[in-house]
């Protein structure tokens, strides 16, 4: 981690705030990693303000995928649904991929804490009903979690 840091101030004197973002993301997970939620969340949301001032939506939709498995951590249900869905929106909005994870992370987050609440949690984020090509992530992920149980029993 010390490499990591060490980073930071070339990236400041170059003004390569991008690069900033990723090294605070980057952070978070090792802190993460090693349990340290404080310091994960806190590092998290400080490469989101950055990557909001650039509006870097990839590096956004990252740190939010990352904040809402802290908030499950916490045991935040909602919170966690929030983050994830706020993850997913950016890449439904901008047509492009969403990071590494996200859909895994968005059908396990929604099949854990159920439909009614994952209505609610995108409903009040985005102000739309939750669309039927997004529900059916959740529906794929349960079908692949019953059949590993199945396979697993055998």
């Known amino acids: 981690m010390?490499?990591?840091?060490?980073?930071?101030?070339?990236?400041?004197?170059?003004?390569?705030?991008?690069?900033?973002?990723?090294?605070?993301?980057?952070?978070?997970?090792?802190?993460?990693?090693?349990?340290?939620?404080?310091e994960a969340a806190d590092w998290q949301f400080k490469s989101i303000a950055i990557s909001e001032r650039l509006e870097d939506w990839a590096g956004l939709a990252s740190a939010y995928q990352e904040v809402a498995l802290i908030a499950e951590a916490y045991g935040?249900?909602?919170?966690?649904?929030?983050w994830i869905v706020r993850s997913l929106a950016i890449a439904f909005r901008s047509s492009g991929p969403p990071p590494e994870g996200t859909l895994?992370?968005?059908?396990?987050?929604?099949?854990?804490?159920?439909?009614?609440?994952?209505?609610?949690?995108?409903?009040?984020?985005?102000?739309?009903?939750?669309?039927?090509?997004v529900r059916s992530i959740v529906h794929q992920y349960r079908e692949l979690e019953d059949t590993e149980q199945d396979s697993s029993h055998d």
């Open 2 to 38: 010390a490499w990591i840091l060490k980073c930071l101030p070339l990236f400041e004197a170059l003004q390569d705030y991008s690069s900033v973002a990723t090294v605070f993301r980057d952070l978070g997970s090792i802190a993460h990693s090693r349990q340290d939620l404080e």
């Open 76 to 82: 935040q249900a909602e919170e966690a649904l929030d």
């Open 104 to 133: 895994y992370e968005f059908g396990r987050l929604g099949s854990k804490f159920g439909d009614r609440l994952l209505e609610q949690v995108w409903m009040n984020v985005l102000g739309e009903a939750l669309p039927g090509e």
